[in-house]
């Protein structure tokens, strides 16, 4: 029954995807309308109810989705850890006399985690004649007017007997060479300690094009790791998410997160997996991990910064444990050498659900969050169907019955099709042309009722990029009719990937649905179907019938039993329009105009960018409706919701 589908796989070293899909053989234009095609629609004859959790999002460290993204660290590699420190993030502030040097120092640092550090060695400088280090940044450093950054860092120094100079901090502008936010950390003693300092810009234009510097004024060595500049952060969260990154995830109307990935959980080797512990507690204790996306992981951004992130958009977690199967083939044998890791997933769901008198309950108290968080779902695995050593029934069966043993009401989701046990739910992928989504609308309608039910843990249509054009939006609006219409079996769905970095090297696969630059970032037209589809949908689907209409038309109804409205979402994938005669039964009249929210571009390869943020943005209207009845007609490519207000 289940069919995961993907039909392009990141094939290249980087992770690029090579090939683009199109709407087959759509042209532009809007030519005449179609004849007209009757929606009837009995408000109250059920079929089912809708899942409340249908609409969330998916998420994992891919296209500096959190490091240069999310996570509003300006500092790049601010702990080394990169192998790349040397190449490109760090470089040394030299003055005349040619006086600093950098290296990397294995020898010594504040914490086990971080037990190496960057050495600053200046041999001569002056207060003219600074020399010291310089961070690049996440291409550059995103600088607001009238903003104040937190600057820390840790440090020692070597005091040679005198005393050393003080650190100077700047943020510099890359064109005018100025300082446009400056502080001093004083009294750098000969143990490592953590040193902070406001940074407070003036009246600057806003702009990337900064760096920063940290120079010595006199002879001195410095070492140093985990140097941050942090600006401030949505609901002021210490180590928190970007404001306007958190605004756009708020829009989607998520009600859960999948996290944290993806292959990201997975990694490439076992050795590489995704080790929740060592993503917890201070920063300084987290030694930092390469991930399977060609770029290594801060990880500041952990475990409990997820949960914390699902608490301030009041989102479910959907936590996935590492389920014993990397990328590179390479898998735990269930049994004895899978032991350890059910029981890594068992303390990390003690972590978030424990007590503060369990032992994984206590850590988070400590890290922060005494309140337990409620899991609504854990995932065992990622993409398990591509383990070829087909071991996946038999760990999928030692993680459910050591958890199910342990928490009899977790609920746990499985990622491929498994026989020994009944998963509660199954995680389906799909990454498909909006052609083929539009010829598989109807995927869901004749699944097993009685089988597990599906998570569309994955989808988008591969069309556009860095984030999907309006023709993906059309495909991904079709699909999702689909899925609404079988929200009783399909009880969750997220779109993947969330997020990318616009700037060049930010993206390791395309398309995706939020794109962002250090100071901006916009949505791409399938983020606003998105969006129209989780914050307008009922709590039950009425029965339906469509006659007449052309080809590439989808449409799913929703029905809101306590408010009586109704969401009629609508998708016209050819140029043609399509007129539409829609009428009610099951209810005295409709209230009103019907409200009209569209979305529509003249071409399917229009796309909104990071210029040109709102090209395609939704339009409201009106349209007047007699009775139980209105016509309309829906312009080519586009897709519209339609609200009705109907009386009993
Ligand atoms: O969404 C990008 C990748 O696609 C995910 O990491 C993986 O689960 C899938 O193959």
């Keep these: 029954m289940q069919s995961t589908q993907i039909l392009k796989r990141f094939g290249s070293p980087a992770g690029l ?59 790049r590699n601010r702990t080394l850890r990169d192998p790349n420190w040397n190449q490109q993030d760090w470089l040394v502030v030299q003055n005349a006399s040619g006086g600093a040097k950098m290296d990397k120092d294995k020898t010594t640092g504040p914490s086990e985690a971080l037990n190496d550090s960057i050495k600053l060695t200046v041999t001569s400088a002056s207060p003219t004649e600074p020399a010291g280090l310089r961070n690049q940044g996440y291409w550059g450093y995103p600088l607001k007017p009238d903003m104040t950054y937190t600057f820390s860092l840790y440090a020692k120094g070597d005091l040679g007997g005198g005393t050393l100079s003080p650190l100077h901090v700047n943020l510099i502008n890359n064109k005018t060479g100025k300082s446009v936010a400056s502080a001093e950390i004083l009294g750098i003693g000969s143990d490592w300690k953590q040193y902070t300092a406001k940074l407070h810009t003036g009246k600057i234009e806003p702009s990337e094009a900064n760096h920063l510097e940290l120079t010595l004024t006199k002879p001195g060595t410095v070492w140093m790791t985990l140097v941050s500049v942090f600006p401030p952060t949505y609901k002021n969260r210490v180590n928190g998410n970007r404001i306007d990154l958190m605004e756009k995830l708020a829009g989607l109307h998520p009600a859960f997160l999948r996290f944290p990935g993806g292959n990201y959980l997975e990694g490439d080797h076992i050795s590489e997996r995704y080790q929740w512990k060592k993503t917890i507690g201070p920063l300084v204790d987290r030694p930092t991990h390469p991930s399977p996306w060609n770029y290594h992981s801060s990880d500041g951004l952990g475990l409990l910064e997820f949960l914390e992130w699902c608490e301030d958009l009041n989102m479910q977690n959907v936590l996935a444990v590492y389920g014993g199967y990397s990328m590179k083939q390479e898998h735990v044998a269930p049994g004895k050498d899978l032991e350890p890791y059910v029981q890594d997933a068992l303390d990390e769901i003690e972590y978030a659900t424990g007590g503060t008198d369990t032992r994984w309950g206590a850590e988070r108290a400590k890290d922060g969050h005494p309140a337990p968080f409620k899991l609504a779902y854990v995932e065992i695995g990622n993409e398990d169907w591509f383990d070829q050593s087909k071991s996946y029934d038999g760990r999928f069966t030692q993680f459910y019955d050591a958890i199910k043993k342990k928490y009899p009401d977790q609920k746990l989701i499985a990622t491929a099709p498994v026989t020994s046990r009944k998963p509660d739910v199954l995680d389906d992928h799909f990454y498909l042309s909006a052609e083929k989504y539009f010829d598989d609308i109807h995927h869901y309608d004749n699944f097993d009722r009685n089988g597990p039910k599906i ?7 591969m069309e556009g990029s860095p984030t999907g054009d309006f023709g993906a939006a059309l ?33 390791q696969w395309h398309p995706d649905l939020i794109g962002y630059d250090g100071l901006s970032s916009y949505g791409s037209p399938s983020y606003y179907v998105l969006s129209l589809f ?39 994938g050819v140029p043609t329009p399509q007129d539409l005669e829609i009428d009610l039964s099951g209810v005295s009249a409709i209230a009103g105009p019907a409200k009209v929210t569209r979305l529509h571009a003249l071409s399917p390869v229009d796309t909104n960018t990071i210029t040109d943020p709102r090209h395609i943005v939704p339009v409201e209207s009106t349209i007047p409706t007699t009775g139980t009845k209105l016509k309309h007609t829906i312009p080519g490519y586009s897709f519209e919701l339609i609200e009705l207000d109907t009386k009993k």
Excluded at 535 to 552: C, K, L
């Design 17 to 75: 995807m090579l090939t683009v899909f199109s709407l087959g053989s759509l042209a532009y234009g809007q030519p005449a309308a179609k004849p007209a095609a009757t929606l009837n629609i009995q408000v109250d004859k059920t079929e089912h109810s809708v899942s409340p959790t249908l609409y969330g999002m998916m998420t994992e460290e891919i296209n500096y989705s959190y490091d240069g993204g999310l996570y509003p660290e300006m500092v």
């Design 455 to 461: 998570f569309m843990g994955e989808y988008a249509t």
């Design 475 to 507: 495909g991904d609006a079709a699909w999702l009719t689909g899925v609404e219409r079988n929200s009783d079996v399909v009880v969750m769905s997220s779109y993947a990937p969330l997020l990318v970095n616009v700037h060049p090297g930010g993206m």
């Design 534 to 572: 989780a914050a307008h949908v009922g709590d039950e689907v009425p029965a339906s019938t469509m006659t007449g209409a052309g080809p590439r038309v989808a449409y799913s109804v929703t029905h809101q039993a306590s408010t009586g409205k109704v969401f009629l979402k609508i998708v016209n």
